[in-house]
């Protein structure tokens, strides 16, 4: 019984439709790669607050508000 778990910062720019495909892509891997039963597979999507978010000892947020913005 595989479970899969996507972490992914919330921005609002994730669809409904966008998150049923990494499900569907998700579980379309195990049963490929693995044989893996699609009735059994679990797929999990956490959309996490960039304030939640640490890489480098700096909060996404932060990371994000000191990016170069590009046209």
Known sequence: ???VNIKIT???GVTPEQKARLIEG???LL???LGKNPKTTFVVIDEVETDNW???G???T???AQAPRTA
């Open 1 to 3: 019984m595989p479970y």
């Open 10 to 12: 919330r921005e609002g």
């Open 26 to 28: 998700a579980t379309q």
């Open 31 to 33: 049963v490929d790669v």
């Open 54 to 56: 640490g890489i480098g």
């Open 58 to 60: 700096e909060t996404v």
């Open 62 to 64: 932060k990371i994000r």
